[in-house]
């Protein structure tokens, strides 16, 4: 019905019947599990742990650790089981001293003074604690200097409150203005790339501040997770290789006005020296791990923006696009462009092979220099098959 509409090709339809639905269809292959995700969280559970007690030596970090409703249920429970527990404490008093029971005074006796005046039952006890507490003062109830008891329990009181007040307003603060919530505005490309640069295979990413505000003493670092064997056998799941940083500057830090590209050089000392195009496909235990630290010029709190890169995210014989230009005696970054890439000739070769093949090249055009012209071209062409382009990178 569809097909005689035109709306599916009637080859397609014809197909889909003539599959058998008992027959296993193909399935793609599972992605890799990343060591950080691509907004920077880590992907690792943390399980079987015994001493659940090491948290609480550290209790105000553990607060700021938990999460916002959890936070906000300590917080308000704080400080009302501390109300109720001092309530109480002012209800025994009050019962101690006799100052809830009725009295019936006889003509020219005078009123007992009590300890506290106009507690009559729990809920006045309850609405004496709160205003100690939070030091409101309505006037119709206040402690006496008939039981120094009660002097005794007005000071601890308070000075539990202030303890409470500092501590719960504390891991507020430090919830709100937390490094992380700074790191949403550092972004990272989608995609790193490798391509030449200065006649040398590099990996690339490109990094970018959307604030105007600074961060100061940016470093970046880079590091390669994989799953690897050592000699002796042993299997380690996440081994980590760190590896340099190149910018404009030189050096890991940065200085990140405008967006920057941020490349290493692939050379023999770098884990991508053996890397194919061919492996961005089939390579699937490696990640490329990319941490930006800097000071917070508003705050001066450390933050810190992660991203990492699989293997099938990094896009062979591409580079960036240029995103900032000057207009009207100003430089303008059009973000629309930041990730975006184009094709550029690269050869489909590891960078081993092509410092192999370069060696080679120089080798044979010193030996061939004052060979016969003729001998000297055959000599130099058959030492360059691995200088392949891809055809699509020149389109």
Known sequence: MLSRKGIIPEEYVLTRLAEDPAEPRYRARERRARFV???????????????????????FTTLVDLKWPHTLLIFTMS???SWLLFAMVWWLIAFAHGD??????????DAMVPCVTSIHSFSSAFLFSIEVQVTIGFGGRMVTEECPLAILILIVQNIVGL??????????????????????????????????RQGRLCFMLRVGDLRKSMIISA????????????????VVPLHQVDIPMENGV?????????????????????????????????????????????????TGITTQARTSYLADEILWGQRFVPIVSEEDGRYAVDYSKFGNTI??????CTARQLDE???????????????????????????KPRFSISPDSLS
């Not at 809830?100 to 006796?109: I, K, Q, T």
């Open 37 to 59: 995700s691509k907004k920077g969280n880590c992907n690792v559970a943390h399980k079987n742990i015994r001493e659940q007690g090491r948290f609480l030596q550290d209790v």
């Open 79 to 81: 400080f009302l089981c």
């Open 100 to 109: 809830l029971a009725p009295v019936d005074l006889a003509p020219g006796e």
């Open 163 to 196: 303890m409470i007040n500092a501590i719960m307003l504390g891991c507020i603060f430090m919830k709100t203005a937390q490094a992380h919530r700074r790191a949403e505005t550092l972004i990272f490309s989608k995609h790193a790339v490798i391509a030449l």
């Open 219 to 234: 470093t970046i670092h880079m590091q390669v997770v994989r799953k690897t064997t050592s000699p002796e056998g042993e």
């Open 250 to 298: 030189g050096g890991n830090s940065i200085f990140l006005v405008a967006p920057l590209i941020i490349y290493h050089i692939i050379d023999a000392n770098s884990p991508l020296y053996d890397l194919a195009p061919s492996d961005l496909h089939h390579h699937q235990d490696l990640e490329i791990i990319v941490i930006l630290e800097g000071v917070v010029e508003t």
């Open 343 to 348: 094709k550029v000739p690269t050869p489909l």
């Open 357 to 383: 093949d370069r060696s080679l090249l120089d080798a044979l055009t010193l030996a061939t220099a004052r060979g016969p012209l003729r001998k000297r071209s055959v000599a130099i062409a058959k030492a």
